[in-house]
T-cell receptor
């Protein structure tokens, strides 16, 4: 099992550009999550999904959109990147409350 | 608002000693707590969890203690090793579904 994988690992964007981060899990987990982590901070929940075709807002959803078209994939989109979105993005999945994390995507917006 | 916080931002211990990392929480309705370990450049790794109907839970070299009276959670690592050097996060489940609320983390440094 690969667990939770994320692509890409690194990305640099210019302000106003768009991109999609891909998260995939092979554990047949029902729930998936997107977090961002800023220096010296814990993780903050952006959006999450409790099943295929469903998504919900987390703590910091502004500027992001998500889609869960397939159970194993959870996409995070930035329509118009801003420097404030420079961060490390982590995807996680779970059956219940214990969440399992991917390796992260480091995004820099200049 | 309610939050999860850690008592110390950094902790330095000697190899072989026991480590204790503390966490305070304020949401008395939280019923589930998790400890994660995050090594540099990696995602958080699940260590151990505990439900609010328990006071103590043990794993391999790790023990989590929960004191609901004072809303305090601790992670004890026995015989700390250099590979234990990392940032440790406690997290609690929020009232809504399975979303977790993370603390800011404690950096554990193990010295030889």
């Amino acid at each position: 099992n690969a667990g939770v994988t994320q692509t890409p690992k690194f990305r640099v964007l210019k302000t106003g550009q768009s991109m999609t981060l891909l998260c995939a899990q092979d554990m047949n987990h029902e729930y998936m999550y997107w977090y961002r982590q800023d220096p010296g901070m814990g993780l903050r929940l952006i959006h999450y999904s409790v099943g295929e075709g469903t998504t919900a807002k987390g703590e910091v959803p502004d500027g992001y959109n998500v889609s869960r078209l397939k159970k194993q994939n959870f996409l995070l989109g930035l329509e118009s990147a801003a420097p404030s979105q420079t961060s490390v993005y982590f995807c996680a999945s779970s059956w219940g409350t214990a969440q399992y994390f991917g390796p992260g995507t480091r995004l820099t917006v200049t | 608002g309610e939050s999860v916080g850690l008592h110390l931002p950094t902790l330095s211990v000697q190899e072989g000693d026991n480590s204790i990392i503390n966490c305070a929480y304020s949401n008395s309705a939280s019923d589930y707590f998790i400890w994660y370990k995050q090594e540099s450049g990696k995602g958080p790794q699940f260590i151990i969890d505990i439900r609010s109907n328990m006071d103590k839970r043990q794993g391999q070299r790790v023990t989590v203690l929960l004191n609901k009276t004072v809303k305090h959670l601790s992670l004890q690592i026995a015989a700390t090793q250099p590979g234990d050097s990392a940032v440790y996060f406690c997290a609690e489940n929020k009232n809504s579904g399975y979303a977790l609320n993370f603390g800011k983390g404690t950096s554990l440094l193990v010295t030889p």
